[in-house]
């Protein structure tokens, strides 16, 4: 404590002795220019924003075999919409939204692109056609037309990556949510005094012999007039085969590994029980008299099925009250994969695009707009289901569970051959597979050439 004041004291003595000093400098001395080893810096200032880039009023086409332009009809699209004009008027440009019908689509894309001159300079493309088109060099890597600082290499709020294709990252969209499940009729089920779908789902009972029982439940003659007039499935069996094989954790053609897969023990299981809903327990409705009609994929709209898989934009204008679950794992799957999803769509920067760097930053920036929805594709989804729960299944139990499928890719790849022998001429899926590994692995081969 004596030395703490001892220390005090000295501290004032020394203050007390510069004040004295310093008090006969003269006020000419106190306000020159402090000596140079006194210089404070200035504070950073911000560097000015970069001018906006004048683009001369070029025209950047936007095309699908839809119409791309937002209709403005709810929030979020009237606030994009707002948000072109605001971009276009800032670049000076002008976005054209070409809608192009879908057998014209990839015909105009392959010749203008074999031009030198796309037709548009952002495309929207199936998988399946983009898979050869990246092969080929038709399609721009997103690092070519990217940067560190681009939205879709950080946040990704506004254009999100879509999945990975031929080894590389090429595609990109603005978020979505969906996917394919199976929907079911709930007037028909509350008819039949059958278990709701959902209630099955959540209980952990859905699975593939649940599926079975009650579409043997659903298929029934209800008006005895000898004749079944009610059925517990109907739709594409190609697509069906498809989806199961993926939700027994099996494959029709692996990619990456350049392999066909309709020898696999988990396919062929998809396979057989696809077999028997069609030709053991006759579940399925077939209206068109052929059992593998592609249009068998509307029979469903009679509203004498009980269960079906549908796309979203084939589900408008329905009679009766639907309801969703995913499709139904097999004995091989898991939650992680329940559908194939063989129509996977984004959108691509074909090669021969000018500037394709300025192209992707002036459309990445039209998708600034405040957020209106509490996920992506609410208000969509909201158009196409009536009821919540359904929606909630969409969001967190189908999305991001499908498994891309590329079959379609590959040139005369026999899977329509397959499911031919097997539903029309009920041929044995073991035999069937191995007839066709043959043709299907010189499939793979040849557009990896």
Not at 48 to 66: F, T
Not at 132 to 158: M, R
Not at 360 to 377: G, H, L, R
Not at 385 to 409: K, S
């Amino acid at each position: 404590m004596r030395k703490m004041k001892l220390v005090s004291i000295l501290l004032l003595s020394f203050m007390l002795m510069l004040t004295a000093c310093s008090g006969g400098s003269s006020n000419k001395e106190n306000n020159a220019a402090p000596k140079e080893s006194a210089v404070t810096e200035p504070a950073p200032t911000e560097e000015p924003a970069a001018e906006a880039p004048d683009l001369g009023g070029r025209v950047i086409k936007v095309s699908a075999w839809w119409d791309l332009k937002p209709a403005g009809t709810t929030a979020s699209e009237k606030a994009r919409l707002a948000k072109i004009a605001e971009v276009e008027k800032k670049y000076n440009v002008k976005f054209e939204f070409v809608n192009v019908p879908f057998e014209e689509y990839l015909p105009k894309f392959t010749a203008t692109v074999l031009a030198g001159e796309p037709f548009a300079d952002i495309v929207q493309l199936e998988y399946k056609a983009a898979l050869p088109a990246i092969l080929k060099g038709q399609l721009l890597p997103l690092s070519d037309f990217t940067t560190s600082a681009s939205n879709i290499n950080n946040e990704a709020n506004l254009i999100m990556k879509s999945p990975a294709i031929a080894g590389g990252e090429y595609a990109f969209d603005d978020p979505f949510t969906g996917g394919s499940g199976m929907h079911y009729n709930r007037d028909l089920f509350k008819k039949l005094g059958l278990p709701d779908l959902q209630e099955l789902y959540k209980s952990g009972q859905w699975n593939w012999d649940k599926f079975m029982e009650i579409a043997k439940l659903a298929t029934k003659d209800t008006d005895n007039d000898g004749k079944i007039d009610v059925y517990g499935y109907s739709g594409w069996p190609t697509d069906l085969f498809r989806s199961f094989t993926a939700a027994n954790g099996g494959f029709i053609v692996d990619e990456k590994a350049g392999t066909q897969g309709f020898t696999d023990p988990k396919t062929i299981e998809a396979a057989e029980f696809v077999n028997r809903m069609y030709n053991v327990e006759n579940v399925v409705k077939v209206k068109t008299g052929n059992k593998t009609d592609w249009q068998e994929t509307n029979t469903f709209k009679d509203g004498d099925v009980a269960m079906f898989m549908a796309a979203a934009w084939n589900l408008g204008g329905l009679t009766f009250d639907m309801g969703l679950v995913p499709i139904p794992n097999g004995p091989q799957g898991s939650p992680e994969v329940t559908y194939a999803n063989n129509a996977q769509s984004a959108k691509f920067i074909p090669k021969g695009v000018k500037d394709p760097q300025l192209v992707y930053q002036v459309y990445e920036e039209t998708f600034d707009i405040p957020n209106t929805q509490e996920f992506p594709s609410q208000e969509w989804l909201e158009s196409i289901y009536n009821h919540e729960e359904d929606i909630f299944i969409m969001r967190d139990h189908i999305n991001g569970t499908g498994q891309i499928l590329l079959d379609d890719a590959y040139p005369d790849f026999p899977i329509y051959k397959f499911v031919e022998d097997i539903i029309v001429n009920n041929q044995s899926v073991t035999a069937t597979a191995e007839k066709y590994k043959p043709e299907a692995e010189a499939s793979i081969a040849k557009l990896g050439k």
